[in-house]
């Protein structure tokens, strides 16, 4: 198989059900994104494991990886009847990443200001896995609006931004290097 196939040279892009969509579709920008976060997902992962203390947690994030591509599916299909037979995130998921929050959270002092990104490299990763998830919730929500959605997305985009903020500050956390805190003057 090869990898250039030129079908997308006039701006088209096909969907999993067959249908051809602009590549400026709100679908289309809405899982794309979703990739650009996963992509970002696996250099955290990547920067994870040059300590040794992170192999649960690098654990936990390839099952998210995996959970952005069952959510990637979806949105890369507009039929319903064949959506409904793609794998999903389910409301267990979203518990799942809300189980993490509430371990991660009992660790860390009580948060009184804005965190500025920083500290380990990555804790910074994981803050531009937050920014870049929020990104993806918003072209999903226009998703939404313009077609409606089916599955969990937005409530499981919302809850793992808050995952990995709350992972950036738990990995500085871990490894002895204060969150500075954003206090205005």
């Known amino acids: 198989m090869k990898i250039y196939t030129k079908k997308g040279d006039k701006g088209r892009s096909q969907l999993v059900d067959g249908s051809q969509v602009s590549k400026a579709t709100l679908r289309l920008i809405s899982y794309g994104n979703l990739d650009e976060l996963n992509s970002h997902l696996g250099l955290l992962i990547t920067h994870l494991d040059s300590h040794s203390v992170f192999e649960h947690?690098?654990?936990?994030?390839?099952?998210?990886?995996?959970?952005?591509?069952?959510?990637?599916?979806?949105?890369?299909?507009?039929?319903?009847d064949m959506a409904a037979k793609l794998p999903t995130i389910t409301q267990d998921d979203i518990e799942a990443l809300e189980k993490q929050i509430d371990r991660y959270d009992k660790e860390l002092p009580q948060l009184r200001n804005f965190i500025l990104p920083g500290g380990d490299i990555a804790a910074v990763q994981a803050h531009i896995c937050r920014t870049v998830c929020r990104r993806t919730e918003r072209s999903c929500v226009a998703l939404n609006d313009q077609e409606g959605l089916e599955y969990p997305a937005i409530p499981f985009l919302n809850r793992l931004s808050d995952y990995f903020f709350t992972l950036s500050r738990w990995i500085n956390h871990r490894l002895g290097i204060a969150n500075h805190e954003w206090k205005p003057q």
């Open 57 to 80: 947690e690098m654990t936990e994030l390839v099952r998210i990886q995996e959970w952005l591509f069952q959510l990637g599916s979806q949105l890369a299909c507009a039929d319903e």
